[in-house]
């Protein structure tokens, strides 16, 4: 779908609306320059730009894919292919929304093919036509606006996962088990930034290169300055990340060795009881039999006494004493 086509000379826009692609392609022969934004455009909107244009089908190809990281291609016609990755933090799902933009850079064009819902550019066209000073330098002036709007929009997410991130470690650190899936989905959200923010410092430095002879070489710098910032920050992220997920894990350890122990402790008062159980059941059964020498000579309370409680208490004393010599061995030193 084409967003917006136009055409600029001396700075300024041509005209108000937007051109169709086959007027803009006219117009680009003219002088000045054309700038043509498409999203998420169909199999014949590219192929009718490539057709107006003469892009590579190579590179027509690649603007119709998404790839993990930015990259610059140089082809015939002085024709370059840069492609950023763009991200978007989502406040209500609390992840990161990442997109794509393919630019094509010519002396007298350059067509933008946005890729998912993270890669407005509208407010780098506006903000660019408000500046006709950049305008006069040509496309590469708009290569610029693109990329100062990317790394602008990638301070918000370092700044969102932060939170997130500080989060999950004061809830680590606190001594709490945070959810193992939440540090793996953190840590794998900000390794995919980092895939678009790191290859793109060499992406830069190469469109430097080319800017040098023109005015616009500041302005790369100061984007260059920012995404520099911006990949550190992400860096000691990731690294925090590790450390938590490290922390996390040995604070389950703990927990399972304080469950273990309870455990333990319970298996051991149940060992005791039954320890002390097994002998008086074992005398209560035996009086509890009915055969003739015990009941002719249990006749009396006193003989209940003696014979019935005394054998309980007996195994009892002998228990008893049997602990407490067990207790001394273990305290004596090895």
Known sequence: MIIDCAYYRDGRRQHVGTMSVAEAAEQCWQGGFVWLGLFEPSPEELREASESFGLHELAVEDAQTFHLRPKVEPYEGDIRLVILRTARYDDEREEVDFGEVSVFVAPSFVITVRQGVASELHGARTRLEQRPELLENGTNSVLWAILDQVVDT????????????????????????????RIYFLRREVTDFYRAVHPLIAVLATIERAARSTGLLPYFRDVHDHLVLVNEEVAAQRDLLATVLEANMAV???????????????????TV?????????????????????????????????????GGLVVPCVALLAWF???????RQPT
């Open 154 to 181: 990638y301070s918000p997410v370092v700044a969102e996962l932060e939170r997130d991130i500080e989060q999950v470690e004061h809830t680590v650190f606190a001594g709490a088990v945070a959810p193992t899936e």
């Open 273 to 309: 009881l039954a320890t002390v159980f097994l002998p008086l059941t074992f005398v209560t059964g035996f009086f509890g039999q009915n055969f003739g020498w015990l009941v002719d000579h249990v006749g009396t309370g006193w003989d209940f006494v003696v014979l019935g409680l």
């Open 324 to 330: 407490r010599h067990q207790h001394r061995t273990a």
């Open 252 to 270: 389950i350890s703990v927990e399972q060795t304080k469950v273990s122990v309870r455990q333990n402790a319970t298996i051991q008062q149940l």
